[in-house]
Structures are given as structure tokens and as C-alpha cells.
């Protein structure tokens, strides 16, 4: 699954439409869509404010196994419902941390190059 495919799953799991999500990450409702049907690449800068405005923060993490470069995304998730979204769809879960806001979920995905 990528990051378009995911967008439109998680923003119809919290009922927001397109408009609402433009609105909260600063673009249009047509760059969601065509995002979302994966027929516009979309930048990292809005691809870090589309998932801020699903309550999702980007991260990506390089992590250097001998030679090999392995990337993973990795999303850091206070929700339960989020966290099992992901889980079903393959990702692992990486470490749980305490905070003062509650428990955060650290899940990830290694990205086939």
C-alpha cells in the first residue's frame, strides 16, 4: 500500500472529505484527489501536511545494514484504532513509548526500493 492509497482509506475511516483535509494541510481539494487516485506524485512537504491534518506525523528513517540501505516509514500513532489500521495492513509495530500525553505507538514498514 502506498502513502495515496492510505490517505484515502484513513480520511474516509474519519469521515473528513477532501475539502476538510485540503483545508487543514493548505491545498487543494483536487491535489487530494488526484493524490488519492495516484494520478499526481505528491511532494514530501505535502505528503508530512496531508498525514498532519489525519493526525499522523511522517517520519523516515535510514537505517544502514552492512552495505545495504534499508528505509522504513515510520508513524508514530497515539490511537489504538490507528494503530491496529496499520497493523492489518503490514506494518510492524517497532517500540511503544510513554509520554506525557499517553502512550505513543511506533509502527513501521520497510520500503521496497
Request: glycine residues 6%; aromatic residues 6%.
Amino acid at each position: 500500500m502506498n502513502i495515496q492509497n492510505f490517505l484515502h482509506l484513513e480520511r474516509e475511516r474519519q469521515g473528513l472529505s477532501r475539502k476538510e483535509v485540503a483545508e487543514k494541510a493548505g491545498c487543494t481539494s483536487r491535489a487530494v484527489e488526484l493524490w488519492e487516485k495516484d494520478q499526481r506524485s505528491m511532494k514530501l512537504e505535502y505528503a508530512e501536511r496531508i498525514l498532519d491534518a489525519l493526525g499522523f506525523e511522517l517520519m523516515i528513517v535510514n537505517k544502514k545494514d552492512d552495505k545495504k540501505v534499508v528505509r522504513y516509514d515510520v508513524a508514530q500513532i497515539k490511537g489504538t484504532e490507528e494503530t491496529k489500521l496499520l497493523l492489518e495492513m503490514g506494518w510492524r509495530l517497532l517500540d511503544v513509548v510513554s509520554t506525557q500525553d499517553g502512550i505513543i505507538n511506533v509502527l513501521g514498514k520497510e520500503v521496497q526500493e
